[in-house]
């Protein structure tokens, strides 16, 4: 996958001020405070809205679950939110081209960012790779806890290691970062992520708003019988254009030393969960920090290996990166036994090498992925960055019609039962 | 007596299954409240499945959960806020101490009239509400009704929930006492007026829910601010709850008025009679029931001056709404207020001592929430072309309770003679021909997706289903 490239667009989280009685339910159930009101309006922040859907169904009205196409540059702002009195229209597909052209000087816009809207579009839909992507967990899920800890009731973690993971000297930084709880609550999931609230205030003197990050420790920790938890973060020195930036965020975590104090909310996500029942399958995609929950539910898999449970059920990895280097966890992947994960890399920018994406990967393997999609012991989860998410699934409906499967049944019943699940941002 | 799997069918977050002491008081109240529903609740019912909202967790994904349930089944739950171990008072006169687990000896009888006097009208409401599912004007607007009522239901557990543990003896007897008590009996009625009264029709409910209700979310946020930790946690997710109520008037009185303005543009006419001939309800009829059910709700926020607001909130039982958003002192010694009075026949503003005046405070704030509610049903008018506005009453229109009860007042605010209000009154409240006309409407409409000829559609469903969803199933 190519790292560089990002989303010129994005779907914007909004509020309907005709349906909005003004009763600050969403705005007290917000997990990461995206949600503030005037007089007039309430409205939703889209720098800080992660679409985790919490507020949705507290709505009373319904007028919360509105979502708006629109260039990341020119996202609604919550003055411009205040004023309104009604919804605006979408953005028709000659206005968005012509923004999307001018926002990122050239460069054609990707898919929306948030998945989570229900396509509403009329007319002929395009390829729409987030309707398949369940709202439900596979039902031999772990039950997850969720919003343990919000903004206003932040725990605190400890820092207790801090891992450059990506090989030495190489410019990309991600770091393997552990922290401890102590004697404070925080059960996680694999799958599920956590947010961290840098310290200080942003340009606006307004405290920094947490960012998400997913856990890439089984559920017992990263230190099986401890309190802790690790994560996978990538430092960020770019924006999304390409040009020089510091993220808040990721270079604070990845500055952190052991014993500092880190404040910590969530967890965060109830459904990308992973079966524990034998002979479960998990086929896991993703790139770059996208591996993280992957990490998570293999280890899982690992320390259960020698109970002999899950010896009928399959794990399959199909993981991207630009770079071999750029690839965390590379070394300790090589030494998992063949007989335990299917491993399959692909790396967009070796040098002297062909350009290869995780999707070219599955077409390769797309005698076995048949095997696993009609089986309805197999979940598939997909994270990383949200330009895989299409190609991705799309290879999925192929290996699906090319084997003689009817993708429209699988795809909806994969949907259904919780068996694929999209996290891409 | 049957046994209760406490996690199953009594969801919560109070360690239920571990309290033996609160389970047998519980056990006890349970079958006497099942009677109560069956007795008094939503009329002939029983059978039905209804689209339901249940909470079985605070969380966001677990508050919400729906399904078809009957409604003597459903799981009323008890449930307090997530806490904060270490929270402190942030009012009165033990501001900076810690918030109270337990309920100190001295404020316990007015803790326990505050509690009695919250949770009586949980019960009042469904009571004053069980006629109204044999008019219901849809499927969608029926299975809104049974929501607001088993939600009232799961709000006088909670209530009942903090009288059984903090209470003892005199808490178990105060909860039997809210099953007994009923609205609009003569010898044993509901605690608050407006809870006595009766919800004849569907535009009353509406009314009733944005208005009423309404004063219900300004007396759990202010108890919500509460010393007493495990109230303050309780209403504040009874407030999630509440949210759906002023819901169901909001939406109810808007698409009344966006029904009326479209008979009134397709009959090009503002004449009354004419759109009581279509089947609509006349502006002036929803203006009038606007004004009672105003004037009688803001009469529930007691007195304009009190002494017991003011022990109320200096002993940190009951603070202000949004108290932490407020930036004074919060002990509001030696700081005034503006009331009005009646000073020779006429209306003086006067300055009294702000702890003195803290129901004048809320009812202030609660006019305001209220009117910009109203502002938004004007909209509606607004965007149909009528020229018509809705309006609020002045304060003192019509008041029982407080310095303002003795005093004539039109609804724009002009002291009037008895002479002018008796000859004006058919003008400013509802009549027997209005309740009448409205009455002649309230037929039942319950096929899927129809709705009755005076009432327009909502504009979307519950949960993301469709309008036409079926709401209720008639067992």
Same mark, same amino acid.
């Given at each position: 996958?190519?790292?560089?490239?990002?989303?010129?667009?994005?779907?914007?989280?909004?509020?309907?001020?005709?349906?909005?009685?003004? &009763? #600050?339910? /969403?705005? %007290?159930?917000?997990?990461?405070?995206?949600?503030?009101?005037? *007089? +007039?309006?309430?409205? =939703?922040?889209?720098?800080? &809205? #992660?679409? /985790?859907? %919490?507020?949705?169904?507290?709505?009373?009205?319904?007028?919360? *679950? +509105?979502?708006?196409? =629109?260039?990341?540059?020119?996202?609604?702002?919550?003055?411009?939110?205040?004023?309104?009195?009604?919804?605006?229209?979408?953005?028709?597909?000659?206005?968005?081209?012509?923004?999307?052209?001018?926002?990122?000087?050239?460069?054609?816009?990707?898919?929306?960012?948030?998945?989570?809207?229900?396509?509403?579009?009329?007319?002929?839909?395009?390829?729409?790779?987030?309707?398949?992507?369940?709202?439900?967990?596979?039902?031999?899920?772990?039950?997850?806890?969720?919003?343990?800890?919000?903004?206003?009731?932040?725990?605190?973690?400890?820092?207790?290691?801090?891992?450059?993971?990506?090989?030495?000297?190489?410019?990309?930084?991600?770091?393997?970062?552990?922290?401890?709880?102590?004697?404070?609550?925080?059960?996680?999931?694999?799958?599920?992520?956590?947010?961290?609230?840098?310290?200080?205030?942003?340009?606006?003197?307004?405290?920094?708003?947490?960012?998400?990050?997913?856990?890439?420790?089984?559920?017992?920790?990263?230190?099986?019988?401890?309190?802790?938890?690790?994560?996978?973060?990538?430092?960020?020195?770019?924006?999304?254009?390409?040009?020089?930036?510091?993220?808040?965020?990721?270079?604070?975590?990845?500055?952190?030393?052991?014993?500092?104090?880190?404040?910590?909310?969530?967890?965060?996500?109830?459904?990308?969960?992973?079966?524990?029942?034998?002979?479960?399958?998990?086929?896991?995609?993703?790139?770059?920090?996208?591996?993280?929950?992957?990490?998570?539910?293999?280890?899982?898999?690992?320390?259960?290996?020698?109970?002999?449970?899950?010896?009928?059920?399959?794990?399959?990895?199909?993981?991207?990166?630009?770079?071999?280097?750029?690839?965390?966890?590379?070394?300790?992947?090589?030494?998992?036994?063949?007989?335990?994960?299917?491993?399959?890399?692909?790396?967009?920018?070796?040098?002297?090498?062909?350009?290869?994406?995780?999707?070219?990967?599955?077409?390769?393997?797309?005698?076995?992925?048949?095997?696993?999609?009609?089986?309805?012991?197999?979940?598939?989860?997909?994270?990383?960055?949200?330009?895989?998410?299409?190609?991705?699934?799309?290879?999925?409906?192929?290996?699906?019609?090319?084997?003689?499967?009817?993708?429209?049944?699988?795809?909806?019943?994969?949907?259904?039962?919780?068996?694929?699940?999209?996290?891409?941002? | 007596?049957?046994?209760?799997?406490?996690?199953?069918?009594?969801?919560?977050?109070?360690?239920?299954?571990?309290?033996?002491?609160?389970?047998?008081?519980?056990?006890?109240?349970?079958?006497?409240?099942?009677?109560?529903?069956?007795?008094?609740?939503?009329?002939?019912?029983?059978?039905?499945?209804?689209?339901?909202?249940?909470?079985?967790?605070?969380?966001?994904?677990?508050?919400?959960?729906?399904?078809?349930?009957?409604?003597?089944?459903?799981?009323?739950?008890?449930?307090?806020?997530?806490?904060?171990?270490?929270?402190?008072?942030?009012?009165?006169?033990?501001?900076?101490?810690?918030?109270?687990?337990?309920?100190?000896?001295?404020?316990?009888?007015?803790?326990?009239?505050?509690?009695?006097?919250?949770?009586?009208?949980?019960?009042?409401?469904?009571?004053?509400?069980?006629?109204?599912?044999?008019?219901?004007?849809?499927?969608?607007?029926?299975?809104?009704?049974?929501?607001?009522?088993?939600?009232?239901?799961?709000?006088?557990?909670?209530?009942?929930?903090?009288?059984?543990?903090?209470?003892?003896?005199?808490?178990?007897?105060?909860?039997?006492?809210?099953?007994?008590?009923?609205?609009?009996?003569?010898?044993?009625?509901?605690?608050?007026?407006?809870?006595?009264?009766?919800?004849?029709?569907?535009?009353?409910?509406?009314?009733?829910?944005?208005?009423?209700?309404?004063?219900?979310?300004?007396?759990?946020?202010?108890?919500?601010?509460?010393?007493?930790?495990?109230?303050?946690?309780?209403?504040?997710?009874?407030?999630?709850?509440?949210?759906?109520?002023?819901?169901?008037?909001?939406?109810?009185?808007?698409?009344?008025?966006?029904?009326?303005?479209?008979?009134?543009?397709?009959?090009?006419?503002?004449?009354?009679?004419?759109?009581?001939?279509?089947?609509?309800?006349?502006?002036?009829?929803?203006?009038?029931?606007?004004?009672?059910?105003?004037?009688?709700?803001?009469?529930?926020?007691?007195?304009?001056?009190?002494?017991?607001?003011?022990?109320?909130?200096?002993?940190?039982?009951?603070?202000?709404?949004?108290?932490?958003?407020?930036?004074?002192?919060?002990?509001?010694?030696?700081?005034?207020?503006?009331?009005?009075?009646?000073?020779?026949?006429?209306?003086?503003?006067?300055?009294?001592?702000?702890?003195?005046?803290?129901?004048?405070?809320?009812?202030?704030?609660?006019?305001?929430?209220?009117?910009?509610?109203?502002?938004?049903?004007?909209?509606?008018?607004?965007?149909?072309?009528?020229?018509?506005?809705?309006?609020?009453?002045?304060?003192?229109?019509?008041?029982?309770?407080?310095?303002?009860?003795?005093?004539?007042?039109?609804?724009?605010?002009?002291?009037?003679?008895?002479?002018?209000?008796?000859?004006?009154?058919?003008?400013?409240?509802?009549?027997?021909?209005?309740?009448?006309?409205?009455?002649?409407?309230?037929?039942?409409?319950?096929?899927?997706?129809?709705?009755?000829?005076?009432?327009?559609?909502?504009?979307?469903?519950?949960?993301?289903?469709?309008?036409?969803?079926?709401?209720?199933?008639?067992?």
């Amino acid at each position: 996958m190519d790292m560089a490239v990002d989303a010129g667009v994005i779907k914007q989280h909004l509020i309907d001020p005709e349906i909005c009685i003004r &009763c #600050n339910t /969403c705005e %007290a159930t917000c997990p990461v405070g995206a949600i503030t009101h005037d *007089d +007039n309006n309430y409205v =939703v922040r889209a720098d800080v &809205c #992660n679409a /985790c859907m %919490a507020c949705i169904s507290p709505c009373p009205t319904g007028s919360i *679950d +509105n979502w708006r196409t =629109v260039p990341l540059v020119r996202a609604y702002s919550i003055e411009e939110q205040f004023t309104w009195e009604e919804l605006p229209s979408e953005l028709t597909p000659e206005q968005l081209s012509a923004a999307g052209i001018d926002a990122s000087q050239g460069l054609p816009a990707a898919e929306p960012v948030l998945a989570a809207s229900p396509d509403t579009a009329a007319g002929e839909a395009p390829f729409n790779s987030a309707a398949y992507g369940a709202t439900v967990p596979p039902w031999s899920a772990a039950r997850a806890f969720a919003n343990l800890y919000g903004p206003k009731n932040a725990t605190t973690a400890t820092v207790v290691g801090n891992f450059n993971c990506t090989e030495a000297g190489f410019e990309n930084q991600t770091h393997h970062i552990v922290l401890d709880f102590g004697s404070m609550p925080f059960p996680v999931l694999e799958g599920q992520s956590i947010g961290i609230i840098p310290p200080g205030v942003d340009a606006a003197g307004k405290p920094h708003h947490a960012r998400q990050y997913s856990v890439a420790s089984p559920r017992n920790g990263e230190r099986p019988g401890y309190n802790n938890l690790s994560l996978t973060v990538k430092r960020v020195t770019q924006d999304h254009q390409g040009k020089p930036v510091r993220g808040v965020a990721s270079n604070y975590v990845c500055d952190l030393k052991v014993g500092d104090k880190v404040q910590v909310i969530g967890p965060f996500g109830v459904s990308f969960l992973m079966p524990n029942h034998p002979r479960s399958h998990i086929v896991m995609i993703c790139t770059g920090t996208g591996s993280a929950p992957m990490r998570a539910m293999t280890e899982w898999r690992r320390r259960l290996r020698k109970t002999g449970k899950f010896e009928g059920g399959k794990l399959m990895l199909f993981f991207g990166a630009r770079t071999q280097q750029e690839l965390p966890y590379f070394g300790p992947l090589q030494s998992l036994p063949k007989d335990f994960i299917d491993i399959n890399f692909a790396f967009s920018r070796a040098p002297g090498q062909p350009k290869h994406y995780v999707q070219d990967r599955m077409r390769e393997r797309a005698a076995d992925l048949a095997l696993l999609l009609k089986d309805p012991h197999s979940h598939f989860y997909v994270c990383g960055l949200k330009s895989m998410e299409e190609g991705v699934v799309l290879a999925l409906r192929d290996v699906a019609t090319e084997a003689g499967l009817d993708w429209d049944t699988i795809g909806a019943n994969l949907k259904l039962e919780g068996r694929l699940h999209l996290e891409t941002y | 007596m049957s046994t209760i799997n406490y996690s199953e069918k009594i969801p919560n977050n109070v360690n239920l299954g571990e309290d033996r002491t609160l389970q047998r008081a519980l056990e006890g109240w349970q079958p006497n409240f099942i009677h109560w529903w069956d007795d008094v609740g939503p009329d002939n019912s029983t059978n039905y499945e209804v689209y339901l909202r249940t909470a079985v967790s605070v969380d966001p994904q677990g508050w919400a959960q729906f399904g078809h349930v009957k409604m003597r089944d459903y799981r009323w739950g008890i449930f307090l806020n997530p806490g904060d171990a270490n929270r402190e008072i942030h009012f009165g006169d033990h501001k900076g101490e810690k918030a109270w687990q337990d309920i100190p000896g001295e404020h316990r009888a007015n803790l326990r009239r505050i509690i009695v006097t919250q949770g009586d009208t949980e019960p009042a409401s469904v009571e004053q509400q069980r006629h109204l599912g044999l008019t219901a004007p849809s499927m969608y607007d029926m299975r809104n009704l049974f929501q607001i009522n088993v939600e009232e239901g799961r709000h006088l557990w909670a209530m009942v929930y903090l009288l059984h543990k903090h209470f003892g003896r005199d808490g178990r007897e105060e909860a039997e006492a809210l099953l007994q008590r009923q609205s609009g009996d003569v010898d044993n009625p509901r605690i608050l007026g407006a809870f006595n009264e009766k919800t004849p029709d569907w535009l009353a409910f509406f009314m009733f829910t944005y208005f009423t209700d309404r004063d219900g979310k300004f007396q759990l946020s202010a108890l919500a601010e509460s010393a007493f930790d495990p109230l303050a946690r309780t209403t504040k997710f009874m407030l999630t709850e509440e949210a759906h109520h002023m819901f169901v008037g909001e939406s109810g009185v808007s698409r009344v008025l966006a029904r009326t303005a479209a008979v009134m543009n397709e009959l090009k006419t503002d004449d009354a009679q004419k759109v009581r001939a279509a089947g609509a309800i006349d502006l002036g009829t929803v203006q009038r029931y606007l004004n009672f059910h105003y004037s009688v709700t803001i009469d529930l926020f007691g007195a304009d001056q009190s002494s017991n607001a003011a022990t109320f909130y200096s002993s940190g039982l009951k603070g202000r709404y949004e108290e932490g958003k407020r930036t004074d002192d919060h002990v509001l010694k030696g700081q005034t207020y503006k009331v009005l009075e009646v000073h020779n026949g006429q209306l003086v503003e006067k300055d009294v001592p702000m702890l003195n005046a803290l129901n004048e405070v809320l009812r202030d704030d609660f006019i305001k929430d209220s009117m910009a509610g109203v502002g938004r049903w004007n909209k509606v008018l607004e965007k149909a072309g009528v020229p018509t506005r809705l309006t609020v009453p002045h304060k003192a229109f019509n008041r029982q309770i407080g310095a303002l009860a003795g005093i004539k007042m039109s609804p724009d605010g002009r002291v009037v003679s008895e002479a002018e209000w008796a000859a004006q009154k058919a003008e400013w409240l509802p009549t027997p021909e209005d309740f009448a006309f409205v009455a002649s409407l309230m037929g039942r409409v319950v096929d899927p997706g129809k709705f009755a000829g005076w009432i327009a559609p909502p504009v979307m469903g519950i949960n993301r289903q469709p309008v036409d969803f079926e709401y209720v199933r008639f067992g």
